[in-house]
């Protein structure tokens, strides 16, 4: 059962992050305010929730969110600045657009770069803890894959459409065939004898 407040005094902004094990595409962040009696019960980390219902749950939150803000930041500065700084601006992007200014971030994960001065609590597995931080990481998610499924118009041979850029034996089949592309992060070591670990 995920919560709707982690406190109730401050406004709260949940804020997650997708695509940041991915070889390809940017990384996006969403941050979400959601009113006090929010509930979906499908609502969940967007990794548990199948992709028709992820897709629903999308209209339901943009519908129901006191304020929400996606935004990415792209494979070439990925590379420049690196994924976990890119994540970070990613979310700090997020943040800048919402209508309504937090008073408090929740983050999913175990680090982050302040935000001016909003403080933040860094939340383990928070994306199934608490209703904000779930909605951010279903926001993110789709608004990622709606991307890779544009891409993949493009290079249809890397299988974007089934594995959204992550690291699966298909796509990593196709980089040693076709070898990279304009979205792959160059950054990352995408090679199969790379990604091998000898035992």
């Known amino acids: 059962m995920l919560l709707n407040r982690y406190q109730q005094k401050f406004i709260e902004a949940g804020c997650d992050e997708a695509g940041r094990g991915c ?3 940017p990384v996006f962040a ?3 305010i959601l ?3 929010f ?4 609502l969940n980390d967007s990794k548990q929730v199948p992709e ?3 897709n629903e749950l999308r209209i339901f939150i943009e519908t129901n969110a006191l304020a929400y803000a996606v935004a990415k930041i792209d494979q070439e500065e990925i590379d420049q600045i690196n994924i976990l700084n890119a994540s970070f601006k990613a979310m700090h992007l997020a943040i800048d657009q919402l ?3 937090p008073e408090l971030l929740l983050i999913d994960g175990n680090r982050f770069k302040k935000y001016q001065t909003t ?6 597995k928070g994306d199934g803890k608490y209703t904000s931080i779930a909605a951010a990481s279903i926001l993110a998610k789709t608004y990622r894959d709606e991307y890779m499924l544009n891409i993949h118009q493009e290079f249809p041979h890397y299988c974007w459409d089934k594995n959204k850029g992550y690291g699966t034996v298909v796509h990593r089949n196709a980089i040693k065939q076709h070898g990279m592309c ?3 992060r160059k950054s990352f070591q995408l090679k199969e004898q790379q990604l091998t670990l000898p035992l």
């Open 52 to 54: 028709p219902k992820r």
């Open 35 to 37: 009113p006090e009696n």
């Open 39 to 42: 509930y979906h019960e499908f």
């Open 30 to 32: 969403a941050a979400v």
């Open 182 to 184: 304009t979205h792959h």
């Open 23 to 25: 070889l390809a595409g």
């Open 119 to 124: 403080p933040h609590e860094c939340i383990i």
């Open 99 to 101: 209508q309504i200014r």
